[in-house]
C-alpha cells in the first residue's frame, strides 16, 4: 500500500529543483550529439517500504507536543498525524476543526480534480469560424498554462503560435479580418471572497478567466517570493497576442461568443477568397499536457491560478456553473463521493488565498491517506507535484543548511501554506525507522512568518528523526 505512493512519488518528483529545466520542452531542432541522460535518481526518492518499526501515540506526544506549543505559532495550532500503513491516528490536536488553511487547500484542490477528471484528461482551446466573414473567435477552454509562444513558462504546454497556423491553413485565401474572444466558460466573479486587497497587485494570482497565458502572468516566468505581475485583462491580453501572429492589431481585438457549432472546417484543398465557411466550423485547436502534469505545477509552485482553473474543472465535470461558488460546492461533493467527510469544510476558493476558507487537519490527513492506500489509484498522482524538503518548489529553500530542521530533507515532502498570520504544511514524511506518515499542522493565528514556518518544519524534521516507538 505504502509502495505504491513511494514509487508513485518517485516516478514524478525526479525533475524539480536543481534539475528544473534541464530537459529542453519543445526544441526547435534536432540535437546534433547524443542528449545527457538524466542523473540516476538519488537514495531521497527510493521506494518506501511498509515494514518499519511503527511510531506510537504516545511516542509522537511526547516528541512534538512540546513544539506543537511553541509560542511563535500562536494560540491555534491544529495538528493530526497519522499512520499511513494502519491509519492509526498518532498525534490530534484540535484535528476536526476548521481553520484557515492558505495553500494547503491545494490539496483538496488536485484530489478532487484527479477524481473527476482522471490523471490524463487535457484543456482545450479552440478557434471557430465567427458569424461575419474573416472572423475568428478564440474560444476560452480553461487552459491557464496556455502558451504565447516556445518562450512559455510550463514546459510542453500548448501555444497561441501553432494554433494561429492551424487557423491561417483552414481559413486558406479567406482575410482574416477579426478576432473575438469567448470567456463564456466561467461565470461569475473574476476574484473570491475573502481575498486580501493586494493579491492580484502583488502578483500572487489573476482574474480568472477562461482564457489566459502564462496562468495570466505578463512575464512567462515564477517569482516565489517576488510575485509575478499579472494582466488586468487575462483574456483580452492573450486575445491581443493570438491576433498578433495572424498579423492583426490589437485593435482587432473584441469580446463576444462564438456561433453554435456548424459543419466541418473547410478541406484541405485551398479556397478561393470568395468561398464561406459555416459559422461555428471548428478552425483549429490545441490541448494542453495531461491534467497530472498540470497539477504537478500547481503543487510544487503553488500557483493560485491553476488552482482555482482546476478548481472549475471539478464543477464542469460535475455539470455546475464553472465559478468559486459552483467549484466550491462541486469540490465538497467529491469529497462527499469519496467518502470523506464533508462537514470538516468551507469553501470559497480552490487556491486558499481566501481567508474564508476552513479546513481541518484530519480531513488533509484523510485525503492523503486515501491517496496513499491504492483504492483510489487516481488520487496517487497528486504526491508526483508536492514539493520536496530542501530540493523543489516551495520546500527548495526550506530545511536547509544551517538549520537543525535540515535532516528532513528529502524525506518530508509537503504543501505549505501562507498568508499574513496563517502558517501551514501538509505532506507526507518517512520517519528514521522507514515508516511513512502523512500529517497536516494549521496554525492561523501565528507571529513572524519566518519563525513560524520554520517552527512548522521543526515539527515535521522531529517526526522524521523520533522513530517515537
Known amino acids: 500500500m505504502v509502495l505504491l505512493l513511494a514509487v508513485v512519488a518517485a516516478a514524478f518528483v525526479v525533475r524539480p529543483g536543481p534539475v528544473d529545466g534541464w530537459l529542453a520542452a519543445d526544441p526547435t531542432t534536432a540535437p546534433t550529439v547524443a542528449p545527457t541522460p538524466e542523473p540516476t535518481p538519488t537514495p531521497v526518492l527510493a521506494a518506501v517500504g511498509t515494514s518499519g518499526a511503527a511510531p506510537t501515540a504516545e511516542g509522537v506526544k511526547a516528541a512534538i507536543g512540546p513544539l506543537v506549543d511553541a509560542a511563535v505559532l500562536g494560540p491555534r495550532v491544529n495538528v493530526s498525524v497519522v499512520d499511513t500503513v494502519t491509519g492509526e491516528s498518532l498525534f490530534a490536536q484540535n484535528a476536526e476543526t476548521g481553520t484557515v488553511p492558505a495553500s494547503t487547500t491545494k490539496l483538496l484542490t488536485a484530489a478532487t ?32 498554462t496556455l502558451s504565447v509562444d516556445a518562450k512559455g513558462q510550463f514546459p510542453g504546454a500548448a501555444r497561441l503560435d501553432k494554433l494561429a497556423a492551424q487557423v491561417e491553413k483552414a481559413m486558406g485565401a479567406r482575410p482574416i479580418t477579426k478576432v473575438i474572444v469567448d470567456t463564456s466558460l466561467y461565470e461569475g466573479p473574476l476574484t473570491a471572497k475573502g481575498w486580501d486587497g493586494d493579491v ?101 509552485q503553488s500557483d493560485n491560478v491553476i488552482a482555482e482553473a482546476m478548481a472549475r474543472q471539478v464543477a464542469l465535470a460535475a455539470g455546475a456553473e464553472a465559478s468559486f461558488e459552483g467549484a466550491a460546492t462541486a469540490m465538497i461533493a467529491k469529497l462527499g463521493e469519496l467518502e470523506l467527510s464533508t462537514g470538516e469544510v468551507k469553501l470559497s476558493d480552490g487556491s486558499g488565498l481566501s481567508r474564508q476558507n476552513k479546513i481541518s487537519p484530519k480531513l488533509l490527513t484523510d485525503v492523503l ?101
Open 113 to 144: 480534480v484527479l477524481a473527476a477528471r482522471g490523471a490524463a484528461h487535457r484543456l482545450t482551446t479552440r478557434v471557430v469560424a465567427g458569424a461575419e466573414p474573416g472572423e475568428v473567435v478564440l474560444v476560452g477552454g480553461g487552459d491557464p
Open 200 to 300: 492580484i497587485g502583488g502578483g500572487q494570482v489573476a482574474r480568472i478567466q477562461p482564457l489566459m497565458t502564462n496562468a495570466g502572468r505578463i512575464k512567462p516566468v515564477h517569482n516565489e517570493f517576488g510575485g509575478d505581475p499579472r494582466f488586468a485583462d487575462p483574456a483580452g491580453a492573450a486575445g491581443r497576442a493570438f491576433a498578433k501572429h495572424l498579423g492583426l492589431p490589437a485593435s482587432a481585438v473584441s469580446k463576444g461568443t462564438a456561433p453554435p457549432a456548424g459543419a466541418p472546417a473547410a478541406s484541405s484543398a485551398a479556397p478561393s477568397a470568395a468561398a464561406t465557411l459555416v459559422a461555428g466550423a471548428e478552425l483549429g485547436k490545441v490541448e494542453s499536457p495531461p491534467l497530472v502534469r498540470v497539477v504537478d505545477w500547481m503543487l510544487e
Open 369 to 469: 491517506n486515501l491517496a496513499a492506500g491504492g483504492e483510489h489509484p487516481e488520487l496517487s498522482a497528486m504526491f508526483g507535484g508536492l514539493p520536496v524538503a530542501g530540493w523543489s518548489g516551495t520546500l527548495q529553500h526550506r530545511f536547509v543548511v544551517p538549520s537543525a530542521n535540515q535532516v528532513g530533507q528529502g524525506l518530508v515532502r509537503a504543501k505549505t501554506g501562507s498568508l499574513t498570520g496563517v502558517n501551514a504544511i501538509s505532506g507526507e514524511l518517512v520517519t528514521k525507522d522507514g515508516r511513512l506518515l502523512v500529517f497536516a499542522i494549521l496554525a492561523d493565528a501565528t507571529g513572524e512568518s519566518v519563525a513560524a514556518r520554520q517552527a512548522l518544519d521543526k515539527i515535521a524534521a522531529k517526526l522524521v528523526t523520533c522513530g517515537c516507538n
